[in-house]
């Protein structure tokens, strides 16, 4: 109230809008608003890269792919983060994909899938795929074998995740038929398991063997079941009582030969708890699905 009996208006009561809003501290200090930290995507420091020798560049161009061993420590080449690919199916999957329920994403939750667990180094492409060709069907063992010792070393990691000693675990290479085998001269999967053993500790056991038929890479993929109808056998051998049997092959495209295999072993396997893995060094890529394709090297 004035002298004049006019009312001004209390202007002690009136604030300035402000944003962002600010906390106070009793004492009337300003806190400022500080962004929340979120947590970095996770990332694998990659290994300082190996250059060739002048050897290795001499070899390089008179023999292409079978010139250097694709080793997985150098920077060609490493393995995939485990979680880059679902722990089901194997297929490449992106952040949040697998659910933590069941441990499945969303294109296997609906399928009925013949083993229990899948293991992979990586997408069947560039110098892994090369890699694979080159073991396979250039008979280059030395590179069969290294490829088999890196996917031992996962194999044992996911092992020791369940919780299941080596010693309780079998591995059983995806057969071959007799005949390609002699033409091409390398039995590819024994090779790779072979690999496997080494650096796993866990006991072969070839307990499948397999009939003639065309390789599946010939086959359409909507028969590739079908043309392995009756192919897949089981051989009179002991396999004691395993907690895991972890099936080895190179590349797994539509599954069929790896859910031959496993319903094969499953037959055996009767009313036992054991599981049955799949892994393989190297999956294709589905078309019109996104995944992780990068393994940032940044700190």
């Known amino acids: 109230m004035v002298a004049d009996g006019t009312t001004q208006p209390d202007n002690s009561q009136q604030q300035s809008f402000v944003w962002p809003p600010a906390a106070y501290e009793q004492s009337g200090a300003v806190i400022e608003a500080k962004p929340i930290p979120l947590d970095r995507p996770r990332r694998v420091d990659l290994p300082k890269p190996t250059p060739p020798r002048l050897l290795e560049k001499v070899e390089s161009a008179l023999l292409g792919t079978r010139a250097r061993l694709l080793t997985g420590r150098d920077s060609r080449w490493v393995p ?4 880059f690919a679902c722990p089901s199916c194997g297929r490449g999957v992106g952040e949040g994909e697998v659910s933590p329920e069941d441990g499945r994403c969303s294109s296997c939750r609906p399928e009925k899938l013949a083993w229990d667990r899948f293991i992979r180094l990586g997408d069947f492409a560039g110098e892994l795929r090369d890699a694979v060709h080159a ?4 008979a280059w063992r030395a590179q069969g074998t290294q490829l088999g010792r890196v996917l031992g070393y996962r194999v044992l990691d996911e092992l020791r995740a369940a919780g299941i000693p080596p ?3 079998i591995l059983v290479p995806v057969p071959m038929p007799t005949l390609r085998r002699l033409g091409r001269g390398i039995d590819h999967s024994m090779v790779l398991a072979r690999g496997v053993r080494a650096t796993s ?5 070839p307990m499948l063997r397999r009939s003639g038929g065309k ?10 079941a079908a043309s392995l109808r009756n192919k897949v056998r089981l051989r009179q051998v002991s396999i004691g009582c ?3 049997v972890v099936l080895v092959d190179d590349v797994k495209t539509t599954g069929a030969t790896l859910r031959a295999c496993s319903r094969a072993i499953r037959g055996v396997l009767g009313e036992s708890k054991a599981e049955i893995w799949a892994s393989v060094v190297a999956v294709t890529a589905e078309r019109n699905r996104s995944a992780r394709r990068e393994i940032s090297a940044e700190a």
């Open 242 to 244: 395993p907690q895991a």
């Open 215 to 224: 390789p599946q890479v010939e086959v359409a993929p909507s028969l590739r």
């Open 135 to 138: 073991t396979k069907y250039e």
């Open 201 to 205: 500790g866990v006991r072969l056991v």
């Open 167 to 169: 010693e309780a675990a």
């Open 80 to 83: 995939e983060p485990a979680d």
